[in-house]
């Protein structure tokens, strides 16, 4: 797999920036972390996706948001799925939910 290596510097910077007491070493080894754990965590969105039977495009609450959609109020996540946090440094693992294109509408002002 190629990586984006501006990507990751640029995240790295980012990262040091924001976080003033780790060392740029570290900030570089979260971006490393993260960029390794978005493969990994596409397959396993990929896999529980077809597990739940959905062919609809799906995403996270925020992935939503910040695509300028709003999920709709009750609505319940498709299915949930475990993933990768890399930003910390510790490749915690966290649980995701997912909410169709069904289920959002464009945010109003």
């Known amino acids: 797999m190629k990586y984006n290596l501006r990507k990751i ?3 790295a910077w980012k990262t040091f920036r924001k976080t003033k007491e780790i060392s740029f070493a570290e900030a570089l080894h979260r971006a ?8 990994v965590n596409e397959k396993r969105i990929q896999q529980s996706k077809a597990a ?27 299915f ?3 993933l990768i946090w890399g930003s910390k ?6 649980k995701a939910s997912f909410f169709g294109a069904s289920q959002v509408h464009t945010v109003t002002e």
């Open 9 to 11: 510097m640029l995240k």
């Open 32 to 39: 490393w972390l993260s960029a390794k754990a978005e493969e």
């Open 52 to 78: 739940a039977g959905i062919a609809e495009e799906v995403n996270t609450w925020a992935g939503w948001k910040q695509k300028g959609f709003e999920v709709m109020h009750g609505a319940k996540a498709l």
């Open 80 to 82: 949930n799925c475990s």
């Open 89 to 94: 440094g510790d490749g915690a693992i966290y």
